[in-house]
């Protein structure tokens, strides 16, 4: 009777060990697997970072192409560039050539600025997709971790 029980003990023990080594293992690979989705995911959002400076250099330039476009520009221009700009009004000699030139670079300013809110607006959808994407990554490990904490000893391995 003794032995028996001994017997059953030793199973038991033996069983348990086989569960533990399967939780362990399924352990290991939800750690492989959300160490595969923090890569993907700062992958991701080192691009979006780039993406989004490069989009705020882009946004730079423009607003202060249209800063001397209306005339706003602060820094004193160049006696070169003031020297451009004058050869380029000089063979203007009637009205209707200044009016030309001038509908000429209004139709620019427009252009720019059409190409400044573009710019602000995709800057804006980025942002958008990355918090999204963020929450998404976010929602996922937290399923992940709380599917891992129900699972408790039923060693089912669900990646």
């Known amino acids: 009777m003794s032995q028996d029980l001994t017997q059953q003990w030793l199973t038991e023990i033996q069983s348990l060990k086989q569960q533990l080594a399967e939780l ?14 923090r890569k993907l995911y700062n992958t991701e959002a080192e691009q979006r970072r780039t993406d989004a400076q490069m989009s705020q250099q882009a946004i730079a330039s ?17 006696d070169g560039t003031v020297t451009a700009i004058q050869q380029e009004i000089e063979p203007l000699k009637s009205i209707e050539d ?3 030139k001038l509908i000429a670079v209004i139709k620019e300013r427009d252009r720019l600025v059409q190409t400044l809110k573009t710019e602000q607006d995709n800057h ?6 990355l918090t999204t994407a963020l ?9 992940e971790r709380s599917g891992e904490e129900g699972q408790g000893g039923q060693g089912g391995n669900k990646y």
């Open 24 to 37: 362990l293992r399924d352990r290991d690979a939800a750690w492989e697997s959300a160490q595969k989705w």
């Open 62 to 78: 423009l607003k202060a192409e249209l800063q001397k476009l209306q005339g706003r520009e602060e820094v004193r221009l160049a």
């Open 98 to 100: 200044l009016q030309l």
């Open 124 to 129: 804006a959808q980025t942002r958008k997709s």
């Open 135 to 143: 929450g998404d990554a976010i929602d996922r490990l937290t399923q």
